[in-house]
């Protein structure tokens, strides 16, 4: 398992080559959902299979959501307690796309603090079927996180799981950046 942390005020961030649906030690997982919170593809179907048809019924009832909105469920099958589902961003069209794609990882992190969670793992959010391309996604997002992490209360580990090697290596790049002086 390829793995690289920093630690910053009270949390420490992770990023992790690896599974999405295999974070048992998480309170909560991060889906890369559709605005109506149903199965689809990529990490979204990877989850929805995961937690079982149950999922579905609970999202759909708070669907549609908007780019950057974030929603929490029950995990279902899954060994966490939550999940959280986030639209990111499809790239060049949901515009400032920079923006949402930000506000994603914000808003689930008030989910955290407002739920009391103490872990939650992300995926790289928008990277694949919404075309946002890695290089520019994994700055936003390494440093929206590590920038919110002093004002963190109960969450104490963000992890964000990289499925692809090149995601990882583009993510522990910018990771790394921030612990350099």
């Known amino acids: 398992m390829k793995k690289e942390q920093i630690l910053h005020g009270k949390a420490?961030?992770?990023v992790l080559l690896g599974d999405i649906v295999k974070q048992a030690d998480m309170d909560v997982i991060v889906?890369?959902?559709n605005a109506f919170l149903r199965i689809g593809g990529g990490v979204a179907?990877?989850?929805?299979?995961a937690a079982g048809p149950e999922l579905e019924k609970e999202a759909s009832k708070q669907a549609p959501i908007k780019p950057g909105e974030a929603v929490i469920t029950a995990a279902f099958d899954l060994p966490n307690k939550h999940i959280i589902?986030?639209?990111?961003?499809?790239?060049?069209?949901?515009?400032p796309h920079d923006i949402l794609l930000a506000r994603c990882y914000t808003n689930a992190l008030a989910l955290c603090e407002e739920h009391q969670l103490k872990g939650v793992a992300f995926p790289a959010i928008?990277?694949?079927?919404?075309?946002?391309?890695?290089?520019?996604?994994?700055?936003i997002a390494i440093e929206?996180?590590?920038n919110a992490m002093t004002?963190?209360?109960?969450v104490k580990t963000i992890r964000l799981v990289c499925f692809a090697e090149r995601d990882y290596e583009e993510h522990v790049k910018v990771l790394k950046?921030?612990?350099?002086?």
């Open 126 to 139: 928008s990277t694949g079927a919404f075309g946002y391309p890695v290089e520019e996604a994994a700055p």
């Open 12 to 14: 420490c961030l992770e």
């Open 144 to 146: 929206t996180l590590y």
């Open 85 to 95: 589902h986030v639209l990111g961003p499809v790239y060049e069209r949901d515009i």
């Open 31 to 33: 889906n890369a959902a």
């Open 45 to 49: 179907g990877a989850i929805h299979r």
């Open 177 to 181: 950046s921030l612990s350099t002086p």
């Open 151 to 154: 004002d963190l209360n109960s």
